[in-house]
């Protein structure tokens, strides 16, 4: 990425984190060309038992701990921030070049409705999985459209959202799955968004590890779920019978 500048409100970049000694470099080395006057970097560690704190330790940013949990360690993340627009990104998720600049005119951009013209309060960033192969540009090319058609987004695009807007309906939900997609819901009732058509690139990993059919039919199954009324809590137990709540 270039060197990033703004000259509007300060962005918070606020990162959580377990065990993710392999990809946090990569995450942070990306930001050490940005203009620290107007940015910073949070990184929320839920308890890392491998090197990620060492890694975290070699780079420009912020550490801090939380209880382990996405939801926790972002809201966390959020209380410790100065900026006055937040952006969560996951630790295996990389911004495209000049990701604040970006932010910053889609935010300030004004929407024509039939009410008239008004600024956008939130967003996300389309979205590229870094794996090969036209299955991968399947799935992300169906993730991004589901994403600007009902106005939800997941965790890998990046959201970003005005500070008082973040703090008016809630934060996120103390929920151990599905935080992403709960506060996407209260925000598109509450404030109209931006996505922007520049991808972040997400790790593929999770359709590598566990089979690309399977794991899209598991999102399937999750979302109709959790759309039918069961709780994050069994979902929870579905997504990760042996794994860690946050990846």
Known sequence: MGREKSNGQRLSVIIPVLNE???????L???ES???????????DGGSADRTLDVAGDYSCTVISAAKG????MNAGANYATGEIL?????????PAAAAQLIEEALHREL????????????WFDVRL????????????????RARLTRVCTGDQALFVRRNLFEAVGRFPELPLMEDVALSKTLRRTAPARPIAK??????????????????????ELRLRYFLGETPQALHKRYYPERRAVE
């Open 34 to 44: 940005w203009e620290r006057t107007t940015s910073e970097i949070i990184v929320v």
């Open 87 to 95: 952006l969560f990104l996951h630790a295996d998720t990389t911004l």
């Open 199 to 220: 991808r972040v690139t997400t790790s593929s990993r999770r359709w590598q590890t566990q089979g690309i059919v399977r794991t899209v039919l598991l999102m399937w």
């Open 70 to 73: 996405r939801a926790s360690q």
């Open 29 to 31: 080395s990306a930001f």
């Open 21 to 27: 000694e392999r990809s946090l470099a990569r995450i």
């Open 130 to 145: 870094d794996g090969d192969g036209f299955a991968f540009r399947v799935i992300e090319w169906f993730m991004t459209v």
């Open 112 to 123: 024509g409705d039939s009410k008239g013209s008004k600024e956008a309060d939130w967003g």
